[in-house]
DNA sequence: CTGAAAGCGCTTACAG
DNA sequence: CTGAAAGCGCTTACAG
């Protein structure tokens, strides 16, 4: 047993190289490369030695020699570009991981996280990731209007997933999602869907004044929920609602909901962009001697392990965000192999009915 | 504009190597490359030209080529072994990293992370890190008995921060943390602190019959707080704490908790291992007519914002873990420059009293 | 202090 | 199908 003191020493075996493998088979360095890529020039027999070689000496690829050839490193890039003490509590990002390491862990690539306190910090990283080629390609989420990160990767020729609605509208951000299979596709889940439900449902309990706590405004993802919102309370004939936006925290989320229910009139239910603001709403309700779901009706949106642990329990919009990031990993995967990907929704929205939500109060 | 269904050229521009520089500067590409790696070899008037010309023609290091050279790659890694739905709302670990992040990013170092699903696939993801070279360090988490882990970071050569108390006892891991300074240093975070100040505290409310549902039984820091409870409840005059282990789930957390209020004697408090399970609990004593904190007092572990999503607030253990990821990110940087490291506790564990503790029932 | 040269491990035309 | 050779971008002895 090494004395614990002492620095890890590496074995002082060499690992062992193609030429290594080559010396061992009897052929040429090129036929063990050709062998190893799986490409034309070699008979199928010598492959299947070559290969057999290589495993029984212990023959790793090095990933810094292939990087060196300009072929795929093996590392997917994400930026993380919100408050650290934010994403602790999100776990939407966290499910988004797992899921995209369902898909790569197997294919033996890794993710590169780098969390980031500004947004020049982000395209910054960018720069230097392309200019040092240190990853196959990028995921790039909160996309807002004219997202100057998305002009930055095009020209830096970096493969990236952007994970944002399109927005229906005229496309103001000028890079809005390709119609075809493209180098920068877009991927969103549907949001849309999401919102309907939720609304369709409070109406049929009876409400019809009904607001709703966003986000961050300049997202486009706040934005598709927004116009859904809108669009579908004109369709069921509601009052206009109210809509205040927010930084997705604690507290901006206690403060939106405070002035909803101290206002005039007070509306009856609250949809909310994620559970933690809809998990404080209720204590904010609590202390404004308010019920619910008698008095007051609240909705969540993600469904994480949050709307499980408030009283009462949250119904919640559903999105499976684990299934998202296997969606999202395939993509990362078609783009470093070269290929282009379609862009689309993902998945559909569904409403996790709790005990948050009831019939609206009587006293209209 | 470029036609969206485009793919990105990659801009044509070849990327400016030290060659371009040594050419730009009129000097030698060695002298580009003393001046660059901070080697003697070069004047100071010289080596500011250089550095002037690198900068002005827009020159990246290219980290393939340096890591063919062994020198270092910029990565850490971070492999998870824990089942995703759990990692989704243990908020611990995306502080950790984010306060990892907070000194790794300013020096220009991502984080690989991997998520696996069997401690065999750990294994393999170390071999194949140490094999192709693809990180500079690694850190391990959730240290258990012997665990092979170690074994084979040490046989690897691959410099590693070990997240674990180091077990007083005799050391019954066989690599146990070294006295001095090592390339496989041990940090952990004072437990033993925070479970007397939340075992005192209780006491000094009348409680007498406390328990505690734990984490997963086999890592040491669940070990450490064990062993600190009892000791800390022998020294007080306390009867023996009821202890049962769980895998921090929400439903094995409930499960604990109803074994134990249903059980006789009834505890009167109970310290849980996370947030999680501590905001269960809450529920399950509603469940069963306990009104907290009048009849049960229950204190939670790590205080994350999930402690404030709860009613009552949950009194809590509080750890600073983006502080504690800062050191591990410190201490992986100065592995992978060839340090070593010295082991030992980080920071002082406090206790964030809220409204989940009160005064012992007085039937007692 | 400088400059020419070899080499890290791999891939890929190129001539046989 | 094979084998010898050049080259990816850098670092590092080595002779001047």
Redesign the interface.
């Given at each position: 047993?090494?004395s614990?003191?002492?620095?890890?020493?590496?074995?002082g075996k060499r690992?062992p190289t193609i030429s290594d493998v080559a010396r061992a088979a009897g052929v040429a360095k090129s036929a063990v490369s050709y062998a190893l890529n799986d490409k034309p020039g070699v008979s199928k027999e010598k492959r299947r030695h070559i290969l057999a070689v290589a495993e029984r000496i212990?023959w790793?690829?090095?990933?810094?020699?292939r990087?060196?050839m300009g072929t795929r490193?093996?590392?997917m890039?994400l930026v993380l570009n919100r408050p650290?003490?934010l994403?602790?509590?999100e776990?939407f990002?966290?499910?988004l991981?797992?899921?995209m390491?369902?898909v790569l862990?197997p294919l033996?690539i890794?993710?590169?996280?780098?969390?980031?306190e500004a947004g020049a910090?982000e395209l910054a990283v960018y720069r230097?990731w392309a200019?040092?080629?240190?990853v196959d390609a990028v995921v790039v989420t909160d996309i807002s209007q004219r997202d100057p990160r998305l002009a930055l990767?095009?020209?830096?020729?970096?493969?990236a997933v952007v994970l944002s609605p399109p927005l229906a509208q005229a496309d103001p951000t000028?890079?809005?999602?390709?119609?075809?299979?493209?180098?920068?596709p877009w991927l969103w889940t549907d949001d849309i869907t999401g919102m309907r439900m939720a609304l369709r449902y409070l109406v049929a309990l009876g409400h019809r004044r009904i607001a709703r706590v966003a986000g961050i405004s300049r997202y486009l993802h706040t934005t598709a929920r927004t116009t859904a919102l809108r669009q579908e309370a004109a369709r069921l004939g509601l009052p206009e609602p109210a809509i205040l936006t927010t930084d997705y925290s604690?507290e901006q989320g206690a403060d939106a909901t405070r002035s909803l229910l101290i206002g005039q009139p007070r509306p009856t239910a609250i949809i909310y962009d994620n559970d933690?603001m809809a998990?404080?709403a209720?204590?904010v309700a609590?202390e404004l001697h308010l019920e619910v779901p008698r008095q007051l009706s609240v909705i969540a949106w993600d469904d994480?392990?949050?709307a499980?642990?408030?009283?009462p329990k949250l119904t919640s919009i559903k999105v499976d965000v684990?299934a998202y990031g296997m969606r999202v990993a395939s993509a990362l995967d078609g783009l470093a192999e070269g290929s282009?990907v379609e862009s689309g929704p993902f998945g559909l929205a569904g409403l996790e009915v709790r005990d948050s939500t009831g019939a609206a109060p009587a006293a209209d």
């Open positions: 047993m090494a614990p003191g002492e620095a890890p020493t590496g074995s690992r212990g790793q690829p090095s990933s810094a020699a990087a060196l490193v093996g590392l890039g650290a003490r994403l602790g509590l776990p990002y966290m499910e991981i797992s899921g390491q369902e862990g033996d890794a993710l590169a996280l780098q969390i980031v910090d230097s200019a040092k080629r240190e990767l095009r020209d830096l020729g970096l493969p000028g890079f809005g999602p390709p119609e075809q299979a493209s180098a920068m604690q933690v998990a404080t209720l204590q609590r994480s392990m949050i499980h642990l408030t009283a684990h282009l």
